[in-house]
């Protein structure tokens, strides 16, 4: 397979040729155009090796998704006897970045960043904390694991940051993280008084080594602008 | 005339140099700058047409094309001059040199062109309805640049035989090419929870502009985390 990450850093697609019967993995929504030997196959995002109540749970934990972060449940898979291309885009403007998995390491994706990926990664949904939930600020990440290509898209451009000791992120600019990083999420001085005040909802603080890939946008902050222009 | 596109693709920014006494008619609202010496009619009148007839073909181009009701005309008088124009969303611009065939342009992305160039509304039939796209496309003939705009990058395809575009994704197509409105895989069900739906299969010989962003895509990411209307 071959990729071509075109139009960036700002209005990103990911153009990608399949050799005969290869595979890739996308998600809902994102594909923009593709040759005519291709077909689309949609499955429920559940893991690879999901049996029949992992399925179920996937599929609630999709609907619970839906609700707190917009996300879908389902992933369309991309093949043809003779390949053939497809070129997928995210919704919002940004950049998109290939990370390769050679099954040693984990990245944890920020969900709504992951856009595609090959081979055989599979992917598990992971809360960043229960309590971060509150607000709509929580972290709801993607474990990818195995070996493969994993696409990710971002809300602005990325950038990669190598953490040795400890490193503060606001949770709005987290694209993704390797797994030997420890994290934890928090008000930005502690405490609930600075939660309210300091207009920065939540942040995660990583400490270990690894790197952090950020974005400089922040969807919420978009959000919270175009709130008070609507019409009432 | 001549068209300089700057600050590619997120920002554009279109600087429409004029000789003198050249014109260029744009649609309402995508001026931002223009030198001294430039003449602006507003809600010009074409040519040859009489008051009914612009009227008419105002209304069309805005209740159907999705363009706004006027358009203004930019003349530079006795010496050159230029005016340049942006669209209303992010995006890019690219100008396409038309030599006789008629492009075909997905509702709001036409910006530009000049009086060379006939612009008109084109009735898409039921597939239009299904297409996600306006039921009326418009329609650019002539000879001339004609400057396009879209929601994201653009990319400029050289079509010679078939390819599936997903609606939303289009911007514009010369006449060449058909299109269809088919399921975008096996099943109805699959096709509506793949996301995608609807897709258009495009066929023939030509040129298609696809956009690297789709505006319901981004409306429907962005409006789920805005505040409920309250009615």
């Known amino acids: 397979m071959q990729h071509q990450i075109e139009f960036g850093p700002s209005f990103a697609w990911l153009k990608v040729q399949l050799a005969p019967n290869e595979m890739i993995q996308a998600e809902s929504g994102s594909m923009v155009r593709h040759t005519v030997g291709l077909q689309m196959d949609t499955r429920l995002n559940a893991g690879r090796k999901a049996g029949f109540f992992a399925k179920i749970k996937a599929f609630f934990v999709a609907i619970l998704r839906k609700f707190l972060g917009g996300e879908t449940a389902f992933v369309n898979d991309f093949h043809g006897p003779q390949g053939g291309e497809v070129v997928f885009a995210p919704s919002v403007s940004g950049s998109i970045m290939h990370q390769q998995l050679d099954g040693n390491r984990k990245l944890y994706i920020q969900s709504s960043a992951y856009m595609a990926s090959t081979g055989d990664v599979d992917t598990k949904l992971k809360f960043g904390g229960l309590k971060s939930m509150l607000g709509g600020e929580g972290l709801v990440l993607q474990v990818c694991s195995g070996t493969g290509d994993v696409f990710i898209n971002s809300y602005g451009g990325i950038t990669a940051v190598p953490v040795n000791g400890t490193f503060v992120v606001d949770t709005g600019h987290i694209v993704a993280f390797e797994e030997s990083l420890n994290f934890k999420l928090k008000g930005v001085s502690g405490g609930l008084k600075s939660f309210f005040l300091s207009g920065e909802g939540l942040v995660c603080e990583f400490s270990g080594q690894g790197t952090v890939w950020i974005q400089s946008r922040n969807l919420s902050a978009l959000v919270g602008w175009l709130t008070p222009h609507l019409r009432p | ?231």
């Open chain 2, 1 to 231: 005339m001549e068209f300089d596109i700057r600050y590619k693709p997120a920002h554009t920014l279109a600087v429409c140099n004029l000789n003198p006494n050249e014109m260029v008619r744009a649609e309402a609202g995508a001026m931002v700058s223009m030198t001294r010496n430039i003449q602006v009619e507003a809600a010009a009148r074409n040519k040859d047409e009489g008051m009914g007839k612009r009227l008419l073909k105002g209304l069309k181009r805005m209740a159907l094309g999705g363009e706004s009701f006027f358009t203004n005309t930019y003349t530079a008088t006795t010496q050159p001059g230029h005016v340049t124009f942006a669209p209303s969303l992010t995006g890019d611009m690219i100008v396409h040199d038309c030599q006789g065939e008629q492009l075909i342009i997905q509702g709001s992305s036409y910006v530009a062109a000049p009086d060379s160039i006939t612009i008109d509304t084109q009735f898409q039939g039921m597939k239009g309805f299904f297409s996600g796209e306006s039921m009326f496309f418009l329609t650019a003939t002539g000879y001339g640049p004609v400057l396009l705009n879209a929601f994201g990058a653009i990319e400029t395809l050289d079509l010679n035989g078939e390819m599936i575009v997903d609606t939303g994704h289009l911007v514009a197509f010369t006449a060449g090419i058909n299109y269809s409105v088919i399921k975008a895989s096996g099943g109805w069900i699959s096709s509506f929870l793949s996301g995608e739906g609807l897709v258009l299969k495009m066929q023939g010989q030509g040129r298609v502009y696809v956009q690297s962003r789709n505006p319901s895509e981004y409306g429907a990411t962005v409006g789920a985390m805005l505040p409920p209307r309250s009615n």
